[in-house]
């Protein structure tokens, strides 16, 4: 039997289905497509069960050891963080960041315009953003000394858990931006949090309503036929 056989109602309940699934596969890709780092926020508080509903999608992404040993601090003390994001991280003028991009030799355009938007924005994005988050993961080996690639499976897995919730975060209208530490800032920060042994933190994560006129970096083009190989490279 095929669904043109089917009595009128069931071969309506079908075509609802189908419709529902494709219809949220598009929220899907509505969601990464809208997603881009936010480094400007408005002062609009992100709602406590939104919150938890973005971190939630965290705990829906894969884990190598299929634990999810994952934990979020949320940074709620406002005075404290901004001492320790003051302490730690050193302010870089625009000039500054033109001057950090040319001794990279960055040459593509749009990625030295992110930079340039970025470097100055380091700390104000930290303590602007509605909800700053720290990320931590179970680490069963010393996280900068790897031996082998799965040494970093717990890294990996951790950046699977804040890439769901940075697209949880966009289906919400919420967007955000993932910082790496400096050493000094990452032991601040441990400490600070109280952070248990055997747990390290990837990044910090600070999300919020964008500001009205935030910048979004436009992306470096991508051929998608040059970037797909079939067989060998
Ligand atoms: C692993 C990783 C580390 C990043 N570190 C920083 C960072 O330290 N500071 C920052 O402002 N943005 C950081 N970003 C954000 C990137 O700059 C951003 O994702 C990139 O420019 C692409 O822009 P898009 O997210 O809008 O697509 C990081 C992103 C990733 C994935």
Redesign the pocket.
């Known amino acids: 039997m095929d669904c043109f056989s089917l009595p009128v109602h069931e071969a309506l309940i079908i075509g609802i289905i189908f419709y529902k699934l494709w219809e949220s596969l598009m929220e899907l890709y509505e969601a990464i497509k809208t997603r881009?780092?936010i480094?400007d926020f408005s002062d609009k508080p992100v709602a406590r069960e939104v919150i938890e509903r973005i971190i939630s999608a965290a705990f829906l992404a894969p884990s190598n050891n299929h634990m999810r040993e994952w934990h979020f601090v949320l940074l709620d003390d406002r005075v404290k963080r901004d001492k320790i994001l003051l302490d730690t991280i050193s302010p870089i003028s625009a000039k500054g960041a033109l001057g950090i991009i040319n001794r990279w030799q960055l040459k593509d355009i749009s990625q030295r315009a992110?930079y340039l938007d970025?470097i100055p924005?380091?700390i104000s994005?930290l303590r602007d953003c509605a909800c700053l988050i720290l990320p931590c993961f179970r680490q069963y080996s010393p996280l900068l000394k790897p031996k082998t690639l799965s040494d970093l499976n717990n890294l990996a897995s951790i950046?699977l858990a804040i890439e769901n919730i940075l697209l949880a975060a966009a289906a919400e209208g919420v967007f955000g931006?993932?910082?790496?530490p400096g050493e000094t800032e990452r032991a601040r920060l441990k400490e600070y949090c109280q952070i248990p042994d055997g747990y390290e933190i990837p990044?910090l994560l600070a999300l919020g309503y964008p500001a009205e006129n935030a910048k979004?970096?436009a992306?470096v083009e991508i051929n998608l036929p040059e970037r797909i190989h079939q067989n060998t490279w």
């Open positions: 881009k780092t480094r992110m970025a924005k380091q994005m950046w931006v993932t910082r790496i990044c979004r970096a992306q």
